[in-house]
């Protein structure tokens, strides 16, 4: 079993939908959390980084993590073409050499 | 600051020879990663290394070696190509001083065929 499992999509929406990406885990020993986002033919870029519980906020994005749950969420608030990219999430444990481990990704396409 | 560079972007391989795959970031980080990314699929490591002359295997390294001399330069060598290494290569790099030492920084890719 995968350490890290991503809901596999595609996931098609229109223009300012709410998303909800989300991400389960296994490892109690992680504590960072991160969301990438890549654009096709492109390498990933860093979206969304979080320590530990709670939740994070950037504009229309909002990260979620609850590690009682082992289970963290992305939601893109009104959501444009522009976010048409696939979504990684990430996590990594303490003192593990920067090593994340990542899910396979999700694939969104928000149609105008 | 240019980031994570690699070259080439695009190179087609025939079974048995080899090639060097260039990674070089100017972000004074110490921590540098290879992964691959098979279509559809995740980003699986490689190898990685926490600093100059130190390199460790990740996941997936069979048919695969580094070198790192610089802190800028991280190669990946293959050697023997088979029709399996055929994949987009992504080199990565973070800081370990950081309060943000989990997040990575990527280069654009190298497509690599292997025919």
């Known amino acids: 079993q995968k350490e890290v499992e991503q809901d596999p999509g595609p996931l098609s929406v229109p223009e300012g939908a709410i998303v909800s990406l989300n991400c389960t885990y296994s490892?109690?020993?992680?504590?960072?959390f991160m969301w990438y986002r890549q654009y096709s033919r492109k390498g990933p870029e860093l979206l969304m980084y979080?320590?530990?519980?709670g939740n994070k906020e950037d504009g229309r994005f909002t990260a979620q993590v609850d590690k009682s749950s082992k289970y963290i969420s992305l939601f893109i608030r009104d959501s444009q073409p522009s976010d048409s990219a696939t979504y990684l999430c990430a996590m990594s444990a303490r003192t593990n050499a920067g090593k994340s481990t990542f899910g396979d990704g999700t694939t969104l396409t928000v149609k105008p | 600051n240019a980031g994570v560079t690699q070259t080439p972007k695009f190179r087609i391989l025939k079974i048995g020879q080899s090639m060097t795959l260039q990674c070089t970031q100017d972000m004074n980080h110490n921590y540098m990663y290879w992964y691959r990314q098979d279509p559809g699929m995740g980003l699986k490591l490689i190898y990685y290394?926490?600093?100059?002359?130190?390199?460790d295997k990740g996941e997936v390294p069979n048919g695969y070696n580094v070198s790192r001399s610089t802190t800028e330069d991280f190669p990946l060598r293959l050697e023997l190509a088979a029709p399996s290494q055929t994949s987009v290569y992504f080199c990565a790099s973070s800081y370990s001083r950081s309060a943000e030492q989990e997040t990575q920084y990527f280069g654009p890719g190298t497509r690599l065929l292997v025919l």
């Open positions: 979080t320590y530990s519980s």
């Open positions: 290394s926490v600093g100059a002359g130190i390199t």
């Open positions: 490892n109690s020993a992680f504590q960072y």
